[in-house]
């Protein structure tokens, strides 16, 4: 299927790893991606709250980019996919399109409201199919224990993200077991990763990083992944300080979700670009890996 | 039916920690987790503690947390609560988080009502009283009345992940409440409520996570009220914290180069050398594993961005900002 590829400001800033291991998935999974270069930040919700019509116009041009390619927006950062969902609902009421179309006109765009916008995940489930991807896995990760981190904006207002499917805050935990792995059931799995208010109020979410880990952590997790580069930049990037300041070590490492879908499939730590986390990840996956081959063989 | 519980018990004064207390009751079908609850108390275990009143999500007094998450147990049926739990799994049924457990069910709402009065939730208007009531237009107070629906039961308190971890934080319910007085026409104490809620503990603890909109009963959405109270108190002036240089930061490197100046938009958003210094180490790491980008190049439509974004400032009132010509 051919998708509108849109993959947010932190896949091209501070996560090179995740960017690149999307590229080594999407073709395998069926999935013909048109890259965005030219589409704006979404705002990451901070631009709604000062300005909705500026956030819902940026992101109007972008979902005009789309619809004018008749593609779904592929998104793989649960922050940008939570605020053009937003945005895309309130595009939905014709005054609002005509008001944003009006500011859009002079740079040539329209906006017509059909756009559909779709994180990675929900693309795995609900369009490639569980079934294709299990198809695709030639290392199933057997034995580890991965521990699900949802990104808030991936499974909640459910009023925008699960009218029309509820199960989508469980789709991480099916893809976990599908890849092979096990998914750790713990509270934090749908919990904040501290990173909005990391710069208002840098103990309070640290302490959110650090709990969330720990959390996992004690339930036996051996990595967590999550779909959200920015809570990656708060669980791997600041973990050394989230430990510190809840006085425990943790040293668990954060995988994107497409990494573990690219091990899965095959591909090794230093392909997925382990060596870019800062919680040392390629020397631990590397012997999970085998672990798991020598349990399977 | 028959419903199963599993209770959280605890009575601080004699239990060294809280305790799981299972329960087996014979409910009608349409029963709520409250139905059940007091049905175990009356007929099999009067030393359960719990609160409730109107039993119609009313006066708000049962709030609990039913499988992890806070709800009111008089607005839960007890189908809704089975319904993702394996056969034979029990309805879990703890007390609201984030608030001091009196005995099992029954919380210690003190310090959540000092919270809701420190924002003062009373009107106060200005010059002297009309001589008969005060007249607002309607639609003045269509939006208004969503939050004057809060029935002030602690569900949002009891979600809230900031609270988690800060409990400094006013919390949504008391911040909702601000919200409601400072876009209620007849109120004048706006820049005074909206200096107190820029401060720490403030609105800009709130950690834009969604919990609170996800189990509000009422449907007041306290973190959008949040958001707007934000807004409000960056235009009125109070943008000397991080989080207003944050949100001013992140506008201006989108209006400058169409997308994120990740390093930029943290460096803007501190407060002076020692918070810089402080976050130094995460830079050096971030930079050692090929993370931070040494140069942020504008997108080839950065102009066509540029031109959209001054037009809705124009056409929203937003002050316009002379941009820096980007690096």
């Not at chain 1, 909705?52 to 927006?73: G, I, Q, S």
């Not at chain 1, 208010?197 to 990595?223: P, Y």
């Not at chain 2, 003062?120 to 208004?144: C, I, K, S």
């Not at chain 2, 939050?147 to 911040?175: D, K, T, W, Y």
Request: hydrophobic share 40%; net charge neutral; with cysteine.
């Amino acid at each position: 299927m051919k998708v509108a590829y849109y993959p947010g400001c932190v896949a091209k800033g501070g996560a090179p790893e995740l960017y690149r291991s999307v590229k080594l998935i999407l073709e395998p999974l069926g999935i013909e991606p048109t890259e965005l270069f030219d589409a704006a930040c979404t705002g990451a919700g901070v631009l709604t709250e000062r300005n909705p019509l500026l956030a819902d116009a940026l992101n109007a041009r972008t979902f005009a980019m789309a619809e004018r390619r008749d593609m779904p927006v592929l998104t793989i950062c649960s922050t940008c996919t939570g605020t053009m969902l937003a945005c895309n609902a309130r595009l939905q009421d014709e005054g609002n399109r005509a008001r944003v179309n009006e500011l859009l006109a002079p740079e040539r765009y329209t906006y017509n409201g059909t756009t559909v916008i779709k994180h990675l995940l929900w693309m795995l489930v609900e369009d490639v199919g569980l079934e294709r991807v299990a198809q695709l896995v030639k290392r199933p990760l057997r034995g580890l224990r991965a521990a699900p981190f949802y990104g808030c904006y991936l499974i909640r207002p459910s009023s925008l993200v699960g009218d029309e499917h509820p199960d989508r805050d469980l789709y991480l935990e099916r893809l976990i077991s599908t890849l092979g792995a096990e998914p750790v059931k713990y509270e934090g799995a749908r919990k904040c990763c501290g990173f909005p208010v990391i710069t208002m109020n840098r103990a309070a979410g640290l302490r959110m990083t650090g709990r969330n880990i720990q959390d996992a952590k004690e339930h036996g997790a051996d990595l967590m992944v999550t779909p959200c580069p920015l809570c990656h930049l708060n669980l791997d990037g600041q973990q050394a300080e989230a430990s510190q300041a809840l006085g425990t070590p943790l040293g668990v490492p954060i995988l994107h979700l497409p990494q573990l879908i690219a091990l899965a499939f095959g591909h090794s730590p230093a392909e997925v670009g382990l060596g870019h986390h800062v919680v040392p990840a390629q020397g631990p996956l590397g012997r999970l890996l085998q672990a798991a081959a020598a349990g399977a063989s | 039916m028959e419903v199963h519980l599993r209770v959280q018990r605890f009575h601080p004064q004699v239990d060294a920690e809280p305790h799981w207390q299972e329960y087996r009751v014979e409910v009608p079908e349409h029963a709520t987790v409250l139905d059940a609850l007091l049905a175990a108390r009356d007929e099999q275990d009067e030393t359960l503690t719990l609160r409730c009143s109107c039993r119609s999500h009313i006066c708000g007094s049962c709030v609990m947390k039913v499988n992890g998450t806070s709800c009111l147990g008089c607005k839960t049926k007890v189908s809704h609560a089975r319904k993702r739990l394996a056969a034979g799994e029990p309805i879990r049924v703890a007390p609201a988080g984030n608030l001091p457990v009196v005995k099992d069910l029954a919380v210690d709402l003190e310090v959540f009502f000092g919270k809701v009065k420190a924002i003062e939730p009373y009107l106060q208007p200005d010059g002297p009283p009309p001589e008969r009531e005060y007249l607002v237009p309607n639609e003045a107070m269509l939006t208004v009345r969503e939050a004057m629906a809060c029935i002030l039961c602690g569900c949002c308190v009891s979600e809230c992940n900031s609270l988690e971890v800060e409990p400094r934080f006013l919390g949504p319910a008391a911040l909702a409440k601000a919200w409601r007085f400072t876009e209620d026409p007849r109120d004048a104490a706006d820049r005074h409520r909206l200096e107190f809620v820029s401060a720490p503990g403030g609105i800009w603890d709130c950690t834009h996570c969604f919990a609170c909109v996800e189990v509000c009963p009422k449907d007041v959405k306290p973190m959008e009220r949040i958001l707007e109270l934000r807004r409000r108190a960056m235009e009125a002036g109070f943008t000397d914290n991080n989080g207003a240089r944050h949100s001013q930061a992140f506008a201006d490197t989108i209006a400058e180069s169409g997308w994120l100046d990740e390093t930029r938009v943290l460096s803007r958003s501190l407060r002076g050398l020692p918070e810089l210094l402080e976050w130094a180490p995460v830079g050096m790491r971030a930079l050692l594993r090929g993370k931070m980008p040494l140069r942020h190049r504008r997108l080839s439509g950065a102009k066509q961005i540029r031109a959209i974004f001054a037009a809705a400032q124009r056409r929203s009132g937003e002050p316009p900002r002379e941009h820096a010509p980007g690096r």
